[in-house]
């Protein structure tokens, strides 16, 4: 046997799915080298057999249409090896030792698209991005008809290949923003990107940045929307999602398919997002103000009733809402992990008994509960979930400056944030902008 | 070595932030003892604090009277906070009721100036006076009470005020201790018979001390004439029984050869409720007018003479009278003004009756 196949051969030995298959194509002895996993062979053979059969001209003329004129014929075992490890096959002829490659008919391995699994549409478009990348960027073009869509695809990784998929329009993106992005990726063509936190590092992101970087997106609709306001799409293979690039704080409020409803509406519901934001950071870290430091400002029929609920409770407020919001990440991040069918009764054991038994057991005030209740609906209510879990964290925050400096500490603990926001950039747009003065990113 | 220098002076930065905060002095609300009313009397040298403190507990709510003395007011809370099981703070204080007594012999100068000064009281608190014991008047506060938080909703524009009601902040009678142009009428109360409270009219005050007294009808006008609103204020007059649902004022000072002119303009817009035999709107309007107009001119000749500026009159003149004379203004200048009071009646509804004489 030659030598190359045997270096090939070498390097799949641990790899049951390897085939190396003799075949012959016009009468020539050829063998055929690729994955079980990943290429369908049944099909890929007798699609080769059908092309020769019906075919009324020469054989030899066929075949070597079909295979031996490809471009970039002859390779050599190390590009082989990769090549059968991206799904192709390699059609290996004895007599003239030589490798080529072939496109084969590819196993099913992705999903249908369907309606979006972790993001909710009420009254719009319902398909959803898929773990297929050049899928996702086909649903982006049906939708983008435009010729002014540039899509770029970029190979990285040293060791374990991924692609990589920048989409822009060309005629609104910023230009600065795009040159940034692809000098960052031919920066760093070999570093692997297993999951978005090493995109994020590839991108050049701080390693303990807390806004996220990109607006990941399952539904099409909204990474449209992101292009026609000239921002940039990253597709990335295997995962089910756009990041929109540069990702900013209105965001976090205003959603696409928002635009599908009349315009008052659009805006109450962003309205009561901006809300919902701002009583997931307060609602928590006011209870502890009052109750604790400045009980001054609560009007007294307020003030004895609060007194009166919290009458017989050992700890001081703020470790009372710690242990209260504590139960409920817990409960969150349980109902996420578990199984659809025993979430449900996580909710109702953490909801009713313990909310109702930590209350009984004078462990908490019945306030506090309201305040609990109140502040994780508020939290849902913003778009994204990765903005949703930046508000989960920096209520934290606010709870402990409020704890130490009261009701001013609520107005430091905005402050702080504020400032923090407004300090972050993202690819040289501010997070906080909203004008859509440059380039029209916002 | 970056890093251990970014996690030194983060760790310095929370201890400093511990000592600095001061939160070891928080006590928690359900520590808390919150007085609402507060009864200040003297006995002998002693001041005498009372605290009306609402208690809770499950459902009815409990009032407790606590006293304390003491040779200064704010001694006399210390005396009440350590025999108190929980933190007695006074921030939720919502009216101060002085002695009658305390206030007649000009003690009331002293526990203003206190409250004004140690800040934990509002300056918005309510002052009134109590026309009777005050040790009986809280007593029958406390049993007529329990149901409630009530003496503070007495005074409550949403609850239980009433236009006839002055209402006299803290700051009001501090104001008035140190202004020469602005004296100040506090409430006075006592312990009723069917209701906890019962009103007795409003002390006019000249330094701290009562000089005169209005009756709640002279208060209603007071109270038009500083704008509050009189909404809803019934008044029976000879033919008619009007309510009065809407007024606006307002007020023009001028100074001719060192002689204060007033001209001040009320309006109200009535409802009239009944008419008794065949009388005229005209007719009404104009003896709404003279009644109005009589009662305010016998309160203000009864003023000038005692020199109490309760109206405030003097306050317009203040861009008109040379800073150093203005010391003088209840004593040269306030007894020779002349009060031009015009009173404009609008009726603007006269009941669902077709039947309308208009002449």
């Known amino acids: 046997m030659n030598s190359i196949i045997v270096e090939i051969n070498e390097a799949f030995k641990d790899a049951e799915d390897f085939f190396i298959e003799p075949f012959s194509l016009d009468g020539e002895a050829v063998l055929l080298l690729g994955l079980h996993s990943i290429v369908n062979l049944i099909k890929t053979k007798e699609i080769l057999k059908k092309d020769m059969d019906t075919s009324e001209v020469n054989h030899s003329i066929k075949v070597k249409r079909t295979f031996f004129n490809r471009k970039g014929v002859e390779i050599n075992s190390e590009e082989a090896i990769e090549s059968i490890l991206q799904g192709k096959l390699i059609v290996y002829s004895k007599e003239k030792n030589i490798m080529l490659l072939f496109e084969p008919l590819p196993k099913e391995l992705n999903r249908s698209i369907q309606p979006p699994a972790?993001?909710?549409?009420?009254?719009?478009?319902?398909d959803s991005f898929i773990e297929d990348m050049s899928t996702n960027i086909g649903i982006v073009r049906k939708k983008v008809s435009s010729a002014h869509l540039s899509v770029k695809t970029y190979t990285v990784g040293s060791d374990q290949k991924k692609k990589l998929s920048i989409v822009y329009l060309d005629d609104r993106a910023d230009k600065g923003v795009i040159k940034k992005i692809i000098s960052h990726i031919e920066m760093n063509q070999h570093t692997n990107i297993l999951y978005l936190q090493d995109l994020c590092r590839f991108m050049g992101v701080r390693k303990w940045e807390v806004i996220p970087q990109y607006n990941n997106t399952e539904m099409p609709l909204e990474?449209?929307?992101?292009?026609?306001?000239?921002?940039?799409?990253?597709?990335?293979?295997?995962?089910?999602?756009?990041?929109?690039?540069?990702?900013?704080?209105?965001?976090?409020?205003?959603?696409?398919n928002d635009r599908n409803y009349a315009y008052p509406i659009m805006s109450a519901i962003r309205f009561l997002r901006v809300v919902g934001a701002l009583i997931t950071l307060i609602f928590p870290a006011l209870y502890v103000a009052l109750v604790a430091v400045n009980p001054e400002i609560l009007k007294i029929e307020l003030a004895l009733s609060i007194a009166q609920s919290r009458e017989g409770i050992p700890y001081p407020p703020f470790v009372e809402i710690t242990i209260m919001l504590l139960i409920l990440e817990l409960i969150i991040e349980a109902s996420i992990r578990l199984p659809l069918s025993i979430g449900p009764t996580v909710t109702m054991v953490g909801g009713i008994v313990i909310g109702q038994a930590v209350v009984d057991a004078k462990l908490v005030s019945n306030l506090l509960i309201i305040i609990v209740a109140a502040t994780s609906i508020a939290n849902s209510s913003v778009v994204g979930f990765q903005n949703a879990?930046?508000?989960?964290?920096?209520?934290?925050?606010?709870?402990?400056?409020?704890?130490?400096?009261?009701?001013?500490?609520?107005?430091?603990?905005?402050?702080?944030?504020?400032?923090?926001?407004?300090?972050?950039?993202?690819?040289?747009?501010?997070?906080?902008?909203?004008?859509?003065?440059r380039g029209g990113i916002g | 070595m970056r890093r251990i220098m970014i996690c030194f002076k983060l760790v310095l930065s929370l201890c400093i932030l511990m000592p600095l905060s001061g939160?070891?002095?928080i006590k928690d609300i359900n520590h808390r003892a919150f007085p609402i009313a507060m009864g200040i009397t003297k006995e002998g040298e002693k001041f005498k604090v009372l605290l009306q403190i609402p208690i809770s507990s499950e459902g009815v709510q409990k009032q407790a009277i606590v006293k304390g003395t003491g040779l200064t007011i704010l001694k006399a809370v210390e005396d009440i906070r350590t025999n108190m099981e929980s933190s007695v703070d006074l921030l939720h204080i919502r009216i101060i009721i002085f002695d009658r007594k305390l206030v007649e012999e000009g003690g009331m100068e002293e526990p203003i100036n206190t409250f004004m000064r140690i800040r934990e009281i509002s300056s918005k608190t309510l002052i009134a006076i109590c026309d009777d014991n005050i040790d009986s008047f809280f007593l029958a506060l406390k049993k007529n009470l329990e149901k409630g938080i009530n003496l503070y909703d007495f005074f409550e524009k949403y609850a239980g005020w009433t236009p006839q009601i002055s209402l006299t902040r803290l700051w009001h009678v501090y104001r008035a201790l140190n202004s020469y142009t602005q004296n100040v009428a506090i409430p006075m109360v006592k312990s009723g018979e069917n209701t906890a409270v019962t009103y007795t009219g409003t002390a006019v005050m000249k330094r701290g001390k009562i000089v005169s007294k209005m009756d709640p009808k002279e208060?209603?006008?007071?109270?038009?004439?500083?704008?509050?609103?009189?909404?809803?204020?019934?008044?029976?007059?000879?033919?008619?029984?009007?309510?009065?649902?809407?007024?606006?004022?307002?007020?023009?000072?001028?100074?001719?050869?060192?002689?204060?002119?007033?001209?001040?303009t009320i309006r109200l817009n009535v409802v009239i409720?009944?008419?008794?035999?065949?009388?005229?709107?005209?007719?009404?309007?104009?003896?709404?007018?003279?009644?109005?107009?009589?009662r305010f001119d016998g309160m203000l000749k009864r003023f000038q003479k005692q020199e109490t500026d309760v109206f405030g009159l003097g306050q317009y003149y203040r861009n008109k009278i040379p800073y150093e004379e203005l010391k003088d203004w209840r004593k040269k200048y306030y007894p020779n003004l002349e009060m031009k009071l015009t009173i404009h009646t609008t009726i603007q509804n006269e009941g669902n009756l077709k039947n309308i004489i208009d002449k």
């Open chain 2, 23 to 25: 939160c070891w002095d």
């Open chain 2, 219 to 264: 208060t209603l006008l007071f109270n038009a004439f500083h704008g509050n609103s009189m909404k809803g204020r019934v008044e029976v007059m000879e033919h008619a029984t009007i309510m009065i649902v809407g007024n606006t004022g307002f007020h023009k000072g001028e100074l001719r050869n060192h002689i204060p002119y007033m001209f001040s």
């Open chain 1, 223 to 256: 990474a449209v929307d992101g292009l026609n306001k000239g921002r940039v799409i990253i597709f990335v293979d295997g995962f089910p999602f756009a990041l929109i690039l540069p990702h900013l704080l209105w965001d976090m409020f205003a959603q696409a």
């Open chain 1, 118 to 126: 972790n993001e909710n549409v009420l009254q719009g478009p319902l």
């Open chain 1, 389 to 437: 879990l930046i508000l989960r964290l920096l209520k934290y925050v606010v709870v402990i400056f409020a704890s130490i400096y009261g009701v001013l500490g609520i107005l430091s603990g905005l402050v702080f944030i504020s400032a923090y926001f407004a300090s972050r950039e993202i690819f040289g747009i501010p997070y906080t902008s909203l004008t859509k003065g």
């Open chain 2, 273 to 294: 409720q009944e008419r008794r035999g065949k009388v005229s709107n005209a007719i009404i309007k104009k003896e709404l007018e003279k009644v109005m107009a009589n």
